[in-house]
């Protein structure tokens, strides 16, 4: 795989070169352009999803549980 130093060191001069020329502005236009349409799309931030992936991960073992005490309280209730 690629040396991330090596990348980045290709980012900086690529953006050194849009810096001195017009493209600058298409950079800029481009950016608020793409900016506006994440802004109208339904995303949600890495730390949001963690976060409600986390308490999805807590529920589901709560569901579990409780299922396997229905389970027990079930069976007892056929025994008696």
Known sequence: ??????LDDISNKISALIAASPAKDVEKNVRALLGSLFAKMDL??????????????????????????????????REA
């Open 1 to 6: 795989m690629f040396d991330p130093k090596v």
């Open 44 to 77: 949600v931030t890495r730390e949001e999803f963690d976060i409600q992936a986390q308490v999805l991960a807590r529920t589901r073992e709560k569901l579990h549980a409780l299922e396997a005490r229905v389970e027990a309280l079930e069976k007892a209730k």
